[in-house]
């Protein structure tokens, strides 16, 4: 993981991270006892409004995958993501993640110059390590119930406890 984290400090990308299931399947692996969980994809989220076109994320990922050719980079400026999910523009990535589906999946993480882990957590950590899943405030139940259906958690994290119902946070 720091091997990741400092490829992509090396980028050099404003208000740069790596997030979503990098930061939670790691700390669900290890409340439940398991080695590393195979991930979907390696989430880096950034946030330029100056080069805002989808064309400027593929080449970072080219760029990540001469790093490393077996991850799958999923690399997103946050900065036009606001058009997709039909929100107003946001104003950096901590605002973005908030709109993340769920509250253990809107973390994200850097390492700066001094070595040093850094996070964003718009919702806090205590869902994450309670092994609590529940939706964002503002997020769709029906969206976010298709993909908790869909992800299979609890195959994987059987003492997730999964809420399908916006619960004051």
């Known amino acids: 993981m720091t091997n990741i984290l400092k490829a ?17 399947n790691k700390i669900w692996d290890v409340k439940h006892g398991k080695d590393r969980t195979t991930l979907n994809d390696i989430d880096v989220v950034y946030f330029d409004k100056s080069n805002p076109d989808k064309k400027y994320d593929l080449e970072i990922e080219n760029k990540l995958k001469n790093f490393n050719s077996s991850l799958n980079w999923s690399v997103k400026n946050q900065s036009r993501m606001h058009f997709r999910n039909g929100h107003k523009q946001y104003t950096d990535c901590k605002q973005a993640i908030a709109h993340w589906p769920e509250t253990a999946t809107s973390i994200a993480v850097r390492l700066n110059f001094e070595n040093k882990i850094e996070y964003i957590a718009p919702y806090g950590l205590e869902d994450l390590f309670n092994l609590l899943v529940r ?17 299979k958690w609890k195959e994987k994290w059987s003492n997730l406890v999964i809420k399908t119902n916006h619960n004051p946070i």
């Open 135 to 151: 939706p964002t405030p503002n997020f769709d139940l029906t969206t976010y119930n298709a993909r908790i259906a869909n992800k």
């Open 8 to 24: 992509v400090r090396g980028l050099d990308l404003h208000d740069c991270w790596v997030g979503a299931g990098f930061v939670r």
